[in-house]
């Protein structure tokens, strides 16, 4: 059996997660340590005791899932599961940056930093109210890239997220995704809808924050991971540090090519995914894109426990 570790992006964050491993783990609570003395504040506090609505912003969601999804890392390891049993690791958008610190390729430390950086500037890149994105289900990358073309009429829509073979998410200005939406259902689309997110992410409009992290990632050290990033803008293994920091700027703007990334990874002998972090979002994903794969989800100390008893 061939596993690859897979980390969650934004939207799997709840309050409340993680709080359980780092009851029961020391190690997992380490991790949340190091994220708190790296912001230089309680972010723990707000992951388990704040407002949905605080962790949901974007410049606090992003460090907090890796938090999350590194103490489950943590906690494996304590059950005897090493980062290095995966012949792959990859990530959703942030979670590429959760992927790339669980394989020892960027600290802890310098992860949280930069996802907070991350947070902010894709925030601060289009104002609020300016930008959408919208879930296109029931067509597949090339018709929703192709209804983003229709859609932009001179504005920015492109398609961000290539989710699996019946979720395409498209971004950019507001008024060019609203028409992607009705151009959608015309294409035969089972539902478009906006999402609630606070900015167009994986679009063009990104540029300011794919410039802030390309300064950012220069002044940080990135180490050869120990097991191969599958990357979301390649949908293949790099492990070469220079071209990680590369890719990691092109992410900001260019597409996760998430579906694409599971099947390299079936094509290359991977039979299971772990999915390792908040939520099991990415589980859902994988079932509808490769049926013969097997998923599992460690985000909770039972899910661990689960693990000795198969």
Known sequence: MT????????????????????????????????????????????????????????????PALMATSLAAMRALEAEGIKIGDAAYVAGHSLGEYSALAAAGAISIADTARLLRIRGKAMQEAVPVGVGAMAALLGLDFEAARSVATEAAKGEVCQAANDNDPGQVVVSGHKPAVERAVEIAKAHGAKRAVLLPVSAPFHCALMQPAADAMAEALSAVTISAPVVPLVANVRAEAVTDPGEIASLLVQQVTG??????????????????????????????????????????????????AALSAT
């Not at 934004?10 to 993680?18: E, V």
């Not at 005791?49 to 969601?61: K, R, S, Y």
């Not at 090519?257 to 039979?271: C, D, F, N, P, Y």
């Not at 894109?289 to 039972?302: L, S, Y």
Request: no cysteine; aromatic share 8%.
């Open 255 to 304: 597409s996760v090519r998430w579906r694409e990334s599971v099947l390299w990874m079936a094509q290359q002998g991977v039979t299971e995914i772990w999915e390792i972090g908040a939520g099991k979002a990415l589980s859902g994903m994988i079932r509808r894109i490769d049926r013969e794969i097997a998923t599992r989800a460690f985000g909770t100390p039972e899910d661990i």
């Open 3 to 62: 596993t690859a570790f897979v980390f969650p992006g934004q939207g799997a964050q709840s309050i409340g997660m993680g709080q359980a491993l780092a009851q029961t783990y020391p190690a997992a609570k380490a991790v949340f340590d190091e994220v708190d003395d790296a912001l230089g504040e309680n972010l723990s506090g707000l992951i388990w005791e704040g407002e949905q609505e605080a962790l949901t912003l974007t410049q606090n969601a992003q």
